[in-house]
């Protein structure tokens, strides 16, 4: 049952977690201390936001190479590769970013978030939860969000409120504490095939109409349930099955159906996976599905670093940029916000040396993020690093501020109560810290 | 009156049973309703209510009774999942459930069918499907005591303590990394040692004692493991999972006063790294020295002179005066995990409330001599049940098999999942019938792995070093939590971070359906089970044959007449051509179709609630 076992994801050494993690913790911790004497936030703004859209770059991508580059700190840190100017005055990205060079009007740039932990879990559970890791474990922002905008809250899609594109993070449980009926939808399978086969939802092999009769045979055979129609845990079972096949054979499965875009849009992704996985999650925002995670994996980057980033960083920018124009011009952007980060950086000061070979280690001190759309003004940049990309030295965001920000425009107070199965008084984040959530670029 | 016709094999009749009807539909039809009519009312003068309500099939059965002169006038089942007997008592367990059923005015079910108790106990005791040889071979069993026998097999099976170990690295937390990091190689050693006190039937007092007197390395003194596998390691963390361990009771819960005292005895607990990488010490630290006196809840004062190790005071309470709470919370384990239900249920929420006059409320009744016994919070569903088990347990020497042994055989966990009373709410809560409960999701991998002819195969790449399953181990030996899964994390493997029970989720969502009903995982695994080409050459030809053999291998069981004609109806003849004759063209044809419709039929099986649910 090689096919059961897990879904691998890479995962490349952290040795240097350690030496960098207990700093980074006391950080975190500090600055939590200080939030307690953090001013009143005032009311959340009423959204209009329907969808997030989270890009998660899976490894930590280097922030040099995409959107804080460095002009001059010499080749031991920019290893030769140079910053371009964008079409906002004053704002330049990595050269590795042509399209979204273009387009930097539709997004701002955070270039000092940090949490100083160099694991790649722990570092995951900080950008997904706001906390660190240790004692309860919470579920990541698609889970929190998938609960609080999703069925109790007047979503009525069909298509589950989280859905994963299209492996799941795994490690450690994105729902956390919560029930396991907030678990996302994991797609699996390849957005760019032939037929995207979401796994479970669509099966090349059989019609609707097979599936239909394939159903009433099911229900004939089924002895047990005559005698024990009424029993609770069978009652779960049928409802279960009922959302399964309306997934199945009802027309909601067909939001999966990339055949249904021109190829023209198609191409405008790229015809790769990260292109495609752009384009399913643009037809589900506009589905109205509240939570969307595309994990692209691949940015653990210790060896080999540039060879790497001249394979995966066309494909991020084209996919990206399409996204983002695409919502545009479908009106969707307002109501969707889309993020773009990873667990954390990488380190600014390259590995030229073997085993390494030009590879960049684990950045948890300073990293970037992009934030786009859904009440986020474009065109900003946040924070600042030092000259060498080490350190933020101005406007330092931490897990929380950030995560708070797009909870907040979504809709969803951070500070307000999550519901959890143990009935405990639990907020949704915990408090923002002394430099706040990200309010100097709401609009 | 009553039938007890045990030795009746469920062979005898839904094989043969099938096979007549063949040979005789014509007669069978002619007489069908003349005959169905006669033992209507035989079935009405034996006071077998159910008779006849709904169940062709059971009819159908009272004919063959006639046709077939070896079989008995009485069948003893109306269903494929009851035997036709009542309840009745079989030990002491069946008489308090009895006792507690008269109190509240309902009735036991019926006792399962052979085949049914088979597969349950199988899935309950070994956490396997029995193969469809051991099927066949059970339920033509005509032995009056097999069900007994059975259970012994089982206790002496390998599967036995592996599925055990699985149950108990859940509450033992045993997982290598995030939010709990043992590492790999503690993993390894503390599993290990847990498999082998399951296997060696340790026991449960020498159990608790050893992994709460714990000192060493992690690597080499595997018990200390317990007080690593917290991310919580200040003596109210600790002491939170040890009393959740042994005393099935949340700390949280506890009032303040309770709660400090108690974690007192977990304040003297020390770790330390070494030199060799991820390796660590626990320790018992004696500093602070003085004498320490900790006031337990049953208001017993343990003192504990300077230099000594309270942990070992807490572990001689718990075999002294704490020792019916501390059985209590094994039995209580054990039984939900038999049932899927515990008799103090949450089975890790014992409840434990002192009033203001200082006076302890226990759920535990009246353990505690010295408190008034009011049941508050989470009393237990039937407390005489649960003293007596745990009274059995203690008096057996903390004998876990023993325990199993005796609750297996009871009348209280043969009966059927089919309530005999209209309130199913009460019958399910008071164990009036087996509650029905999802299989876990290690013991459904394995099942799909066994049909589909492959060995699971597991890994892990992090934390290093990596993690290679080695092929031929079960999904039930996946001893660390950490190894990821996407198919065990859908169908709700425990979490391992509390050591809670509810962290192993056994509800049925939309994505595990979506899974079994249409992933191309399972369509991979039904095209490709080497059983169906067997089954079919062997059935040479024989449509009835084909279906039985696949509801054994699938249901462990045979089909009921209904089944069979449904399926029939739906596909026609399911059959392998016979030999010669035939062009080659045809043939490839038949042979073709009778996959095709064998194949949906595993498929149906699989999906039905009889095969997700134990029942």
Redesign the interface.
Known sequence: MDELKKKSVKYISRRDMLKYGAAGAAGFFLCKLQAFGASQAPAIPKTKVKSVIEIWLWGGPSHIETFDPKISAGYDYDGGFKAIPTNVPGVEVSEFLPNLAKIADKYSIIRSMTHGNNGHETATYLMQTGRPAGGKVYPGIGAVIGMMKGYDHGYKGKIPPYIVLTQAKGRFSEIGFLNPKYKPLVTGGDPNAQVFAVEGIVNAGLTKEQQKQNRIFLDKLDGLESLLAENPNFKEFDKAGDEAYELIVGSAGEVFDLNKETKEVRGLYGRNWFGQSCLAARRLAEGGVPYITINFNGWDTHKRHFQTMKNKMPQLDQGLTALLQDLEQRGLLDTTIVWCSGEFGRQPKVSWESPWNGGRQHHGQCFSALVAGGGFKGGAVVGKSDERAENPIERLVYPQDFLGSIYELAGIDPDGAMPNPMGEDIKVLPPQSEGGRLREIYK | MKSYFVTKSSTYRFGYASRLRRETTARHSGFAACLNFIIFFIGLCAARGQVGS?FGFCNRLFCMAFFYPVLIFIAESS???ESGKDFSPNGKIDELQLANFAKLGIKPAKICSDAVFLRRVYLDVIGTLPSANEAEKFISDKTSDKRAKLVDDLLNRDEFAKYWTLKWCDILRVKS???INLWPNAVQAYSHWIWNAVETNMPYDKFARALLTSSGSNFRDPAVNFYRST??KTPSGIAKIATLAFLGSRLQDWPEYDRKEIEKLFSRISYKKTGEWKEEIVFFNPEPSGEMIVDMPDRTKLKIPSGHDPRAAFADWLTASGKKWFAEAAVNRTWFWLFGLGIVHEPDAFGFHRKNDGFLDSALGSFIGRSPCVNTGNPPRNPELIRYLADEFIRSNYDFKELIRMIANSATYQQS??PAVED?AAA?KYFAAYP???LDAEVL?DA??YF?G?????????P?PFTYVPAENRTIELYDG??????L??F?RS?R??GFLTER?S?????????L?????I???VTNTPFLKTIIENAKGDSTDIINRIYLLVLSRYP?E??IE??LL?YGEIKAPGKGGDKGGKKKQAMKNANFACR?LI???I????F??N?
Not at chain 2, 454 to 462: D, L
Not at chain 2, 517 to 521: D, E, F
């Open positions: 709904g269903s494929p999942y990394e995030f939010p991310p919580d999942c089919v199913i399910g029905v409960h999802r991998a799909l792995s589909a492959v060995s699971p195969q597991y890994m892990s790449v992090i290093e950490s190894i990821s899964s996407s198919f994390e859908t709700g979490a971070d509390t989720n509800q049925v969502t939309y994505s595990q359906r979506l899974f009903l249409n992933s191309p995982i369509q991979n695994k009921s209904d089944e449904k399926i739906n949906q498929w149906a099986l999906n039905s609630k009889e997700i649910f029942h």
